[in-house]
């Protein structure tokens, strides 16, 4: 699944970062392995990643692709 | 560009929201300006501390990016700019350790002596984070100097390191290869923090995000501190403007009892004196509007109210980052434009500097009073509707002028939202009074040069030539010539060029008079009514309820009036739209890049104030106004 697709306070790891942006969003933490939480859902939405918050917009947050634990 | 003789250039690097400035501001404190890095477009903060020559370069999240942030930086660090380092300062953040040294891996990696100065390690340690700076060092390769900017702890070290730096001698993963950077970013975290706490320590943080980023309570939120923010700069700023007025008159005033009478103390009293008054009475909303947004920077709030506000102006081709420069113009465009600088790509940057001035600043309100008057004098209720229609005029073509730009002169992809969000904190007044420090001294030397320079030349049309001594209304046959040889500025090349140019406003139901009102407000818009006071009345006192009251009974030669209900709507409009701003025009073109953009504001504002003020004027006709 994709980031977008994560509902408020769910945490799941980045399996992989893709799109023209990828190179700048693994630079922010959003590395294939990191583990992410999505803290406020939406077309723009707020992710955690180790010690730091983004405010991303949807068309980033669909070309990361995330894997949810059990 | 390098340091005297002795010293040493030193580059600061890190990521943004690292604590680069404070740590700069810590260093070098009001021995810096802001300057082009040599050899670049690019705008940094370069300072000294002793015989150091430090360079702020720009927050860069990696070097191998392709944004022009990182090119910047990853030029300067190779010498391929005029600026050439000879020492790195690496900023790393202690609260964020894995995250720099990903950015560490690049910069370490050039053939350039290096110190890693460690910051907000008070923020690392509340969160359970204990960084061993020699362990850390040992595997950087390099001395790393933990800081406290704030707390001014850490620059004798800091400066002491940078001396006798060297280049760093660790062993390195290949950049290129980024597993091999993720397994020894984690090693190092891994060894440099013997006892990791779990402890997050951000709930408030979060807490504040919900509400400050809530979708309804985050605009209100927002609409709340924008408000508080201009009732500050408003409630605050007349004092000292008023201040600066009158220090300004009363130079003039002595300049003007000191010299002789004649052309040199026209030029002297009106000119300079008058020209430095009508540019430096700006400051104090200046100094306000940047103290604010740095207080508003440094606890965090800033990028949130970015994050609410991308979900708006997004749609009309702008960032989130946009909103300061949009709402700081309803103050004053000059600050607005300036501080267009928190936008950080530059096609959207031009954008919002071209399309701010639209909205209506402080200096319109006289004029909307003077033609609201004209139009609804019984009528308060309606009155205000249209005060307020005024103000959704001027966002209206704002947000549509903007929404065409970016899909024409400046079409490309807009960078998509991606915003860091800093942890709150506690706001640094120093590092805010810095800010206003550096951003005063930067309009104050535009100031003194070319807006001084083109309010003289606007000053002299006004002014000459003057009227013959011989000349009285009584021997002149006309009224307009009467008129023309009783008001010096109905005589002067300014006035001249108003009757010139009169046909062109002819169809909006300008007469000769008006024209003239509008050419003089050139170089301020406040400045159409006291020339219509003059030119109708006689009479400079816009204050005098009976000078208004002329200039809106005035006729036009054939016995018409003047400023029929029609031709208000018409000019209402015109002033709201309009580009009558001479200040702003020379700022717009030092902080786009150059006066081509000075040239479009100019002449795209100016067109649809026409077309807007004509369509008005029709509808006004149209409705039986006269």
New interface residues.
């Given amino acids: 699944m994709t980031l977008d697709c994560l509902e408020t306070g769910t945490t799941a790891l980045v399996v992989a970062t893709q799109g023209a942006?990828a190179?700048?969003?693994?630079?922010?933490?959003l590395?294939?392995?990191a583990e992410v939480t999505m803290?406020?859902a939406?077309?723009?939405c707020?992710v955690e990643t180790?010690?730091?918050?983004?405010?991303?917009?949807r068309?980033?947050t669909e070309s990361i692709q995330v894997e949810v634990g059990n | 560009m390098q340091a005297g003789l002795g010293g040493r250039s030193v580059a600061m690097v890190g990521q943004p929201n690292v604590g680069k400035t404070t740590l700069f501001n810590l260093l070098c404190g009001l021995r810096a300006q802001t300057a082009n890095i040599p050899g670049t477009t690019f705008e940094a903060r370069v300072g000294s501390s002793g015989d150091l020559t430090v360079m702020d370069l720009p927050g860069a999240w990696s070097l191998s990016l392709s944004v022009p942030e990182s090119d910047v930086v990853r030029d300067c660090l190779a010498g391929d700019t005029d600026f050439q380092p000879d020492v790195m300062l690496l900023v790393l953040d202690a609260s964020n350790l894995s995250r720099g040294l990903h950015l560490a891996a690049e910069v370490l990696a050039v053939d350039v002596p290096c110190v890693v100065a460690l910051t907000k390690v008070d923020v690392a340690r509340r969160r359970g984070l204990e960084i061993d700076p020699d362990r850390l060092a040992s595997w950087l390769g390099c001395p790393v100097i933990p800081t406290a900017g704030r707390k001014g702890r850490g620059r004798s070290e800091l400066v002491a390191a940078i001396r006798t730096a060297a280049v760093p001698t660790a062993s390195l993963p290949a950049a290129d290869d980024p597993a091999a950077v993720e397994q020894w970013a984690n090693g190092v975290v891994r060894e440099s923090i013997p006892t990791p706490n779990s402890e997050s320590g951000g709930r408030i943080g979060h807490r504040l995000d919900m509400a400050f980023t809530h979708p309804v309570l985050g605009i209100a939120t927002f609409l709340l501190i924008m408000a508080g923010l201009f009732w500050t700069i408003f409630e605050f700023a007349g004092v000292p403007m008023d201040l600066i007025e009158q220090i300004f008159g009363h130079v003039g005033g002595w300049v003007g009892a000191v010299l002789p009478e004649g052309a040199i103390r026209d030029l002297m009293v009106d000119g300079v004196v008058g020209g430095l008054a009508g540019t430096v009475v700006f400051l104090p909303q200046i100094i306000l509007l940047f103290f604010l947004i740095a207080i508003l920077e440094d606890t965090g709030y800033l990028a949130r109210a970015a994050f609410v506000m991308d979900r708006v102006l997004r749609r009309f081709g702008l960032p989130g980052q946009a909103f300061v420069p949009m709402l700081s113009a309803h103050a004053c465009a000059i600050p607005a434009v300036m501080s267009a600088r928190l936008v950080p790509d530059r096609r959207d940057r031009i954008a919002v500097i071209l399309v701010a001035p639209f909205l209506s600043c402080s200096a319109r309100v006289p004029v909307y009073v003077l033609l609201i008057g004209v139009l609804f004098h019984d009528q308060p209720v309606v009155a205000g509707l249209v005060f307020a229609g005024c103000y959704a005029l001027g966002i209206t073509a704002a947000l549509l002028s903007s929404l065409l730009v970016r899909r024409t002169l400046l079409k490309g992809k807009s960078r998509p939202m991606v915003l860091e969000l800093p942890a709150y904190q506690w706001p640094s007044i120093r590092t805010a009074l810095l800010v206003c420090w550096d951003r005063s001294l930067l309009f104050l030397r535009k100031a003194g040069t070319v807006i001084l320079a083109m309010v003289i030349v606007l000053w002299w049309l006004s002014s000459y030539p003057k009227p013959p001594e011989h000349a009285s209304p009584t021997t002149i046959d006309t009224p307009a010539a009467q008129v023309e040889t009783a008001n010096p500025m109905a005589w002067s090349f300014a006035g001249r060029i108003g009757r010139a140019v009169q046909p062109v406003f002819e169809p909006i139901g300008l007469d000769w008079k008006l024209t003239v009102g509008v050419m003089t407000s050139f170089a301020a818009r406040e400045v159409f009514v006291s020339t219509m006071a003059v030119l109708v009345a006689d009479n400079e006192d816009i204050d005098d309820p009976k000078v208004i009251q002329r200039i809106e009974q005035a006729t036009r030669d054939d016995g018409s009036p003047m400023l029929g209900r029609a031709t208000a709507a018409s000019l209402l409009v015109f002033f709201v739209l309009a580009m009558q701003c001479l200040p702003t025009l020379a700022v717009t073109a030092r902080e786009a890049g150059g006066w081509k953009w000075a040239f479009l504001q100019f002449g795209w504002m100016t067109g649809v104030a026409w077309t807007a003020a004509w369509i008005a004027y029709r509808i006004a006709l149209a409705a039986g106004w006269s």
Avoid at chain 1, 23 to 29: E, I, T
Avoid at chain 1, 50 to 57: E, F, K, N, V
């Fill in positions: 942006d190179a700048l969003l693994r630079a922010m933490g590395r294939e392995g803290c406020r939406g077309a723009s707020i180790g010690s730091t918050r983004l405010g991303l917009a068309c980033l």
